[in-house]
């Protein structure tokens, strides 16, 4: 077993102000080294700033607090940063179960790429929200303080553009949207780099699957229990599918077979504990569970573990009213 930490963020301050908290943060961390292998070392930056322009203006203050926490140039940050025009990456996996109580998910990859932050933020422009960071600005998945809760789901790399990654595309629901409505009408704005679904669930209840691709975007709704893995289900979609979907199709199943009747705590041990079908340990093929993230709609409450770590809950409500975590880090292991 290998033990690995995710350092807990806590801001509240301007979004550019958050920024050279997080460039300070990684100065000295191999994850720069990380991420200048998988991007590009340089972005056209009119083309990234009138996109983030049109959507969250807010993350080119973040982006510039970045460079100078670093003491780096603003274009290189950019670049390094601001899942703009990303090269294709390894897949990843990711789990979900939504409903109109819950939203409880997995992220399954490596800790190759891993920025091991757990940010809390309330900035000057934008709405308050928490979540696991990737690429430093972008979320894996969150819940922002109109009580809307996103991730993102790898589907394939089989359609790409120029266009904004997933992960950024998460943090920019979370600044921007009130609710699972405003969501998916944000997320059939953004032009997406590849193919992912995104899990939403809003505080009315309302849960959605937005299926992307650069092409074309859907949204599947209406379902008392909503289900997000890795492969596209709507049957106009599903030609962008990767060929062997049988692992993100049986996870699909067991997720459905957990109904709606479990508890906030039953749910969150089905998918975290280590002996259930949801958790992976394959960390050296890029499948192995790194953490698990649930938030109740109706409590405003969130519980998080790394893997086969301590569990951590708490009232975002009451961190959005000024009340701090007392938890500097997580703690997980690997196997």
């Known amino acids: 077993m290998s033990k690995f930490i995710v350092n807990v963020v806590q801001q509240r301050a301007s979004s550019y102000e958050i920024g050279v908290t997080l460039g300070k943060t990684i100065k000295n961390s191999p994850l720069l080294a990380t991420f200048a292998s998988v991007t590009k070392s340089a972005v056209t930056l009119s083309e990234m700033e009138s996109v983030f322009k049109s959507f969250s203006p807010q993350l080119i203050d973040e982006l510039k607090g970045i460079a100078d926490g670093l003491e780096i140039p603003y274009e290189k ?10 090269p294709t990456l390894p ?32 900035p000057d422009q934008g709405y308050a929200s928490c979540g696991y960071n990737l690429q430093l600005i972008g979320r894996h998945e969150g819940v922002n303080e109109h009580g809307l809760a996103i991730g ?3 589907v394939n790399n089989k359609e790409t553009q120029q266009g904004i990654a997933a992960w950024t595309s998460v943090r920019m629901v979370l600044e921007q949207c009130r609710s699972t409505d405003e969501a998916i009408t944000l997320l059939k704005e953004i032009p997406h780099a590849t193919c992912y679904n995104f899990s939403v669930g809003d505080q009315n209840g309302h849960t959605a699957a937005v299926e992307a691709s650069p092409s074309l975007v859907m949204a599947r709704e209406g379902v008392p229990l909503l289900s997000c893995v890795n492969h596209f289900q709507q049957e106009e ?22 109904g709606n009747n ?10 975290s504990d280590d002996d259930s079908p949801l958790f992976y340990t394959d960390y050296e093929q890029l499948f192995g569970t790194m953490h698990t993230f649930g938030y109740s709609f109706r409590d405003q409450q969130i519980i998080t573990a790394l893997a086969r770590g301590e569990v951590t809950s708490f009232s975002f409500r009451e961190w959005v009213d000024g009340h701090d975590l007392d938890a500097t880090f997580f703690e997980g292991m690997i196997k």
Do not use: W
């Open 152 to 154: 993102l789901h790898f």
């Open 77 to 86: 940050a950019a670049s390094l940063f601001s899942g703009y025009d990303v």
């Open 91 to 122: 897949e990843m996996g990711c789990s979900a179960f939504v409903n109109s109580l819950y939203y409880m998910r997995n992220y399954d990859f490596s800790p190759q790429i891993y920025d091991g932050i757990f940010s809390l933020i309330q």
């Open 262 to 271: 479990q508890s906030f705590k039953e749910l969150f041990h089905a998918f």
């Open 237 to 258: 979609m599903s030609s962008k599918n990767r060929q062997a979907t049988q692992g993100s199709t049986k996870r699909n199943d067991y997720i459905h077979s957990l």
